[in-house]
């Protein structure tokens, strides 16, 4: 009895993340992160990755730092001072999550995967150092379909649409 008492009172009294699993994927092709607990999407949003020539690399990632106030040592060059507050690193080779500029257009980073302001705050206060960042997606797919969407817009699909069934 004593020792379900125990088991009881462990459970109840350890944090409820450390059971849960996270994971970040960031697709390039869509231009938006994820944060995935326990294989549902509990959030997402925006993001902005490398440009052209500077694309951010897929791979698999985890987080090795976060750093609330962050100064790049990169750009602008040659001697850094680049706010990237909301950090969070990803590898020692300068790839790392951070608030900054998301524009509509896509892409417009050195490299860096851009979180717009709220969704960095949110994903900073929900990643935990060490959890697993998925970074995917074909970025060619990203212009090659809103190229096709600029050239085909109305103006009036982003306001109107038909429900069926009424």
Not at 84 to 107: D, Q, T
Not at 132 to 137: D, Q, R
Not at 145 to 165: A, L, P, S
Request: net charge positive.
């Amino acid at each position: 009895m004593l020792k379900s008492i125990m088991v009881f009172l462990l459970l109840v009294t350890v944090p409820a993340d450390l059971f849960g699993s996270k994971e970040i994927v960031v697709d390039l092709s869509e231009q938006r992160a994820y944060a995935i607990e326990d294989g549902m999407i509990v959030f997402d949003g925006p993001v902005s990755s490398g440009i052209r020539g500077r694309e951010t690399p897929e791979g698999e990632y985890r987080i090795l730092q976060k750093k609330r106030h962050h100064k790049s040592n990169l750009w602008p060059k040659p001697n850094g001072g680049a706010k990237m507050n909301y950090m969070l690193r990803l590898s020692n080779s300068g790839i790392a999550m951070h608030l900054g500029y998301v524009p509509k257009k896509g892409p417009a980073s050195h490299g860096c995967i851009r979180l717009k302001s709220g969704f960095a705050q949110r994903m900073y206060r929900w990643a935990r150092v060490g959890i697993p960042v998925y970074v995917e997606g074909n970025i060619e797919e990203y212009y090659a379909v809103h190229r096709r969407e600029r050239r085909h817009h109305n103006m009036y699909d982003d306001d109107y649409y038909i429900v069926e069934g009424y």
